[in-house]
T-cell receptor
Framework: DGGITQSPKYLFRKEGQNVTLSCEQN?????MYWYRQDPGQGLRLIYY???????QKGDIAEGYSVSREKKESFPLTVTSAQKNPTAFYLC??????????????FGPGTRLTVT | AQKITQTQPGMFVQEKEAVTLDCTYD???????LFWYKQPSSGEMIFLIY??????QNATEGRYSLNFQKARKSANLVISASQLGDSAMYFC????????????FGAGTILRVKS
């Protein structure tokens, strides 16, 4: 089955530790995205990547880092510099980058709790 | 700056009836795209329907239709013949430019379908 995989579904970390969230897609999509969702709120864009080895900051990139070494993978690292890391993180992908009108497909999400 | 407003925090609808979820937007870009997504309690975002700013007709997808009123900057989602499985959070989102990548989301509306 084609789709987007995010692991793990639930993640617990101590404050001050970096943590990496996995996102893998087998849809052959060029573009990938990371969003953050806080309770009762909409999604906010953290980072996005239109092609391999290239990525851009979204609206709330501070305290986060990404890499895009392979087309199918777009891991997100939540660093200790992120002041409020506890949230629900959603990864998405779409067929094209700039120049495409296609909708974004989302993974099941990772719920990160930092104490 | 773009902005999406969903003024209804929560809505109730009787099973088999139609319901309208409101969305207004604000942008100075003449080219834009509007999306509606459904988020069940599992957390995954499901694409429902898309409307481009230059589309002449309102978008429809099965039981979903988009009431697009460009002059009023509104893009309301209409769900006909509501089903219990429609109970979820619904998000309106806007893409910057017709061919952009960044999506800006509203705060969402929780819909509960009553039997």
């Amino acid at each position: 089955d084609g789709g987007i995989t995010q692991s793990p579904k639930y993640l617990f970390r101590k404050e001050g530790q970096n943590v990496t969230l996995s996102c893998e897609q087998n849809l052959n999509h060029d573009a990938m995205y990371w969003y953050r969702q806080d309770p009762g709120q909409g999604l906010r864009l953290i980072y996005y990547s239109q092609i391999v080895n290239d990525f851009q900051k979204g609206d709330i990139a501070e305290g986060y880092s990404v890499s895009r070494e392979k087309k199918e993978s777009f891991p997100l690292t939540v660093t200790s510099a992120q002041k409020n890391p506890t949230a629900f993180y959603l990864c998405a992908s779409s067929i094209g980058g700039q120049g495409a009108v296609y909708e974004q497909y989302f993974g099941p999400g990772t719920r990160l709790t930092v104490t | 700056a773009q902005k999406i407003t969903q003024t209804q925090p929560g809505m109730f609808v009787q099973e088999k009836e139609a319901v309208t979820l409101d969305c207004t937007y604000d942008t100075s870009d003449p080219s834009y795209g509007l999306f509606w997504y459904k988020q069940p309690s599992s957390g995954e975002m499901i694409f429902l329907i898309y409307q481009g700013s230059y589309d002449q007709q309102n978008a429809t997808e099965g039981r979903y239709s988009l009431n697009f009123q460009k002059a009023r900057k509104s893009a309301n989602l209409v769900i006909s013949a509501s089903q219990l499985g429609d109970s979820a959070m619904y998000f309106c989102a806007m893409r910057e430019g017709i061919y952009g990548n960044k999506l800006v989301f509203g705060a969402g509306t929780i819909l509960r379908v009553k039997s």
